[in-house]
């Protein structure tokens, strides 16, 4: 069955850098999270879309910045990248609430190492 | 104070022993309930899901407590390779999910 994709799986960049992550959710999956976990840490969420419309956030910061295109692949792009944000990053597709369990299904997560 | 709490590691087990930990929530009106298993450095991956008095699947079972709010996950006959941090998930019922800290069992020869 088909899953959640993630690009690129690894990525490095220099402080203040800027940096785009893709995420292809699950087919006929209509909501897509995304989520940064640091080292010894749970995911802290970030944002999320609905339908292609931003349906809530999380802790992500100003210079993060995201969103759903109409074939329903998201992005996330951070600018004036930090040490700090160095982290894995995963994207999670869930199922329509009004057909079935709500159940989060996540990439295999994209890795950032800003030096 | 966290939504989702759960016990703190790590769990130090022994091969074919049996292992237990909670996790609570704090939101009264969470509707599903999640165990999810991650490794180090990969993603989570859904372990069960946990709607109503509980389930069972192998020699894992989860068991819900509504009047006391909590979740339990149970590991019978501890394989080397349950190894892993076990993270407590809820959908608050607005379609967002808490996430606990995770627990981290460890399973020795």
Known sequence: ?115 | RKEVEQDPGPFNVPEGATVAFNCTYSNSASQSFFWYRQDCRKEPKLLMSVYSSGNEDGRFTAQLNRASQYISLLIRDSKLSDSATYLCVVDDSWGKFQFGAGTQVVVTP
């Open chain 1, 1 to 115: 069955a088909a899953g959640v994709i993630q690009s690129p799986r690894h990525l490095i960049k220099e402080k203040r850098e800027t940096a785009t992550l893709k995420c292809y959710p699950i087919p006929r999956h209509d909501t897509v999270y995304w989520y940064q976990q640091g080292p010894g840490q749970d995911p802290q969420f970030l944002i999320s879309f609905y339908e292609k419309m931003q349906s809530d956030k999380g802790s992500i910061p100003d210079r993060f910045s995201a969103q759903q295109f109409s074939d329903y692949h998201s992005e996330l792009n951070m600018s004036s990248l930090e040490l700090g944000d160095s982290a894995l990053y995963f994207c999670a597709s869930s199922f329509d609430r009004g057909s079935g369990a709500n159940v989060l299904t996540f990439g295999a997560g994209s890795r950032l190492t800003v030096l």
